[in-house]
């Protein structure tokens, strides 16, 4: 009992140290850095960035990036973390062929997407500092979808996958019903998020989310891993500006410590540290355009029945010409 007491209060000691780590949270990003923008073209309904693979084919690209706000996180240079590990899996659950392009400034994984779904791009960073493992796991759910292509099988299309047997600490957002292969998640929403170690619910992880303009909110996930959140509205903008296609970016991430110690590269660790992390857009709030429409709406009504009101009262005030005749007696 003292050495459960004696672990249980090493943990919560420890833990607030390696949470502080803000700048330390690698995740995959969709946004191309600055030298990139030209090249750069968005691909199917969630506009993933895509280069040309030759023949009409292109290839998906993502960014890693270092630090918890979204909008100024560092791009990480292709000579850091030279021994990431990056992994793949397609829609039906297969590991394909992900690489690193070595000629890009910064760190930049690609592969090719023939199938309709959601594919799983993984990155898997591992240090040793002081007696802690420090094992971050920035993963990326990127949807592939064309209409011309049909809707057929939306289910089997939109559910997500984890893979257990190559990721250690996964974070997944659940699917909503009614979700189809054009939903896009918008401010307002509530968004649940799974986080599950080797493909049983972990209670107890520490969730954060961070939105694109720097709000951010931390709770716990529950019995059965899950931990839900609001998409609040942290930015205005003015009305002459709203574009409901604009795509906005939050970032989730997931930690957790066990004491589960071990040897790395030659370096003994006592504890290990997992930090699970996924990106993904957003939409404005539908409320912010759907009210433009009400407005138009009610305009269109309120212009309709006072014309109507003036052709009713001008009709009515309409006298029928009679032509008099005068006779002399």
Sequence with gaps: MKRILYLALSILLFLPRLTARDQEVLWLSNLPPDERQKEIRASGM???SSISAGRGQVKIVQWVRNGNNVLNADYVLNS?????????????????????DSTKTFKEPGFRNPVEGYYNLYMIQKDVRNDTLFVQIAKAELLNHACRNGHKAVDEKIRPHIYPEMIPLEI????IRLENLHFFVSSGDKLTFEVSRFSEPLKDALVTFNTHHGWQKTIRSNQRGEAEIQLVQDYFTPWKEVDNRKIY?????????????????????????????????????????????????LFLLFSLLIGGGVAFYRRRRTRIYRELKWTKA
């Design 249 to 297: 970016h939050y970032l989730a991430v997931a930690e957790y410590t066990e004491e589960q110690g071990g040897e790395y590269k030659g370096q003994a660790y006592r504890y290990t540290h997992y930090t699970a992390t996924l990106s993904d857009g957003y939409y404005p709030s539908k409320i912010m355009y759907s009210s433009l429409s009400w407005a138009l709406g």
């Design 80 to 100: 850091e973390i030279p021994d990431a590990e990056f992994y793949c899996y397609s829609p039906h659950g297969e590991l394909q062929t992900c690489g690193v």
């Design 46 to 48: 969630h506009k993933l």
């Design 172 to 175: 997944t957002r659940s699917r």
